[in-house]
């Protein structure tokens, strides 16, 4: 049960915000106390700063008074890292959302941290220019939930995540101080790269108010190639050749046995197969036939099928298609999901795969994995019935289990949907005790008081 927030408190930050950014009734402190980890707790308020100064002006009142404060974006994070577990104050991003800047002859964007992913691609479309992050809800996603989470995507194999794409930042700090680190340059050896710290902190080190985002040329032609093979084995070898030659591809992802019989289940028009790998190519029209067929050759070899090649848009979005389908398939299986986003280097994804069809066996559940396998980025999803007390709980005995097989295998717990409490206790296992304790030291210097989502990230001591 949380504390009521002091009177002075109160009075002033309504004062400061006024009635459209200061909520405190109860819809309003249930729906920004949810985001789509499907967890929720109650906010004892919501704030929407409308600026920096009013950013600054909610962490002091914060801070001087002992209240938590978590700052969200859009709610699409799927590790609860802005569920007010605690309680205190959610403050939602959404009023800070206007692009500042556009930049082309620089590659570069200065925006606020409440504009959408898609509404930032959009703006760029006239330039030529386009920003390589790609989570799956784009659309709706916003940059400083990218930002905070290192989001990624398909595009990730070539361009990079969420931190390889951005040049500097202003934040405020736990104690209300405003840094600002990085700028419109691409190569910078000055002091500590703080930029680059703060991406990924999940909002516990200090809160991003605006962002330089390094821009990409938007390339003139894209091509596609589905390639099936006889077992995961056989794809992984793929996925090496395919790494290891020239030409990297835009998009590499995988999908195990299970997720291809998913999509037959439902209609899709995939042969069965032991594995498939999506590949994707981008470049202008002179270049592209010669980056397919590099690809090609690479995606052949022992244990191939097939090999189906989508050269027009029309084409390369039926072949996407199948794995747009595949999240929304899973729900047919069991309406219960534990999607986990594990990374493993990828010469280890068939024993990853193994370990993934033991655990399946082992636990009586469906397990499907797929996903991003140029990076060994797989989501792992532990399908289960939340109303069958047996179900339940084997779904979430698997999941220190696979987690164990991921570290066991050199991976890691994440690859682009972050910590949150979804794997905070599960740190303590990923890292030693000295690299906890010098992230417990970074937290310390950033926000002295621990107001900063606390109970995120890091494990209890």
Request: contains cysteine; glycine residues 10%; aromatic residues 4%.
């Amino acid at each position: 049960m949380t504390v009521p927030l002091p009177s002075p408190f109160v009075q002033q930050l309504s004062a400061l915000l006024g009635p459209q950014g200061w909520l405190s009734d109860a819809a309003s402190r249930r729906h920004y106390g949810e985001d789509d980890s499907r967890r929720w707790a109650l906010a004892d308020a919501v704030a929407l700063p409308r600026d920096v100064d009013d950013v600054v002006a909610i962490v002091q009142a914060c801070r001087a008074h002992g209240v938590p404060l978590v700052a969200r974006g859009a709610g699409t994070g799927t590790a609860a890292a802005a569920v007010p577990f605690g309680g205190g104050v959610v403050m939602a991003m959404t009023r800070m959302n206007r692009i500042l800047a556009l930049r082309p002859a620089d590659r570069c964007a200065v925006v606020q941290p409440g504009v959408l992913n898609g509404e930032l691609q959009q703006a760029l479309m006239p330039h030529g220019l386009f920003w390589p992050p790609d989570p799956t809800s784009a659309d709706i996603c916003s940059i400083g939930g990218n930002l905070a989470c290192n989001a990624g995507g398909p595009r990730a194999v070539k361009y990079g995540a969420t931190r390889d794409n951005v040049l500097g930042l202003v934040a405020v700090t736990g104690t209300g101080e405003v840094i600002r680190c990085g700028g419109a340059y691409t190569k910078d050896a000055t002091g500590y790269d703080l930029t680059h710290l703060l991406v990924g902190s999940e909002g516990t080190l200090a809160i991003i108010v605006e962002a330089t985002l390094k821009l990409s040329p938007r390339p003139l032609a894209q091509a596609g190639l589905r390639a099936f093979y006889r077992d995961a084995t056989s794809a992984a070898a793929a996925v090496s050749r395919i790494m290891a030659q020239p030409t990297t591809p835009t998009m590499l992802e995988f999908m195990d046995r299970n997720a291809i019989a998913l999509l037959r289940r439902n209609g899709t028009d995939v042969p069965e197969a032991g594995a498939m790998l999506l590949i994707e190519a981008d470049g202008s029209h002179d270049t592209l036939p010669y980056a397919l067929e590099a690809l090609a050759a690479a995606a052949e070899g022992d244990g191939l099928l097939s090999l189906d090649v989508a050269a027009d848009g029309s084409a390369r979005d039926r072949l996407w298609a199948a794995r747009k389908a595949l999240s929304p398939a899973l729900r047919t299986i069991k309406p219960g999901k534990i999607n986990e986003d594990v990374v493993v280097p990828v010469s280890r994804i068939p024993e990853l795969v193994a370990g993934v069809e033991v655990l399946a066996t082992e636990f009586d559940l469906p397990i499907v994995a797929f996903g991003h396998a140029g990076n060994g980025n797989l989501h792992v999803n532990i399908m289960y019935q939340p109303d069958d007390a047996s179900e339940h709980a084997r779904a979430h005995a698997a999941l220190p289990r696979l987690f164990a097989l991921v570290l066991a295998l050199e991976g890691t717990l994440s690859g682009e949907h972050g910590i949150g409490v979804a794997k905070r206790d599960f740190m303590a296992q990923a890292f030693s005790a000295p690299t906890l304790a010098a992230m417990r030291a970074i937290k310390a210097a950033l926000d002295p008081d621990g107001i900063l989502n606390p109970g995120k990230v890091l494990p209890d001591l």
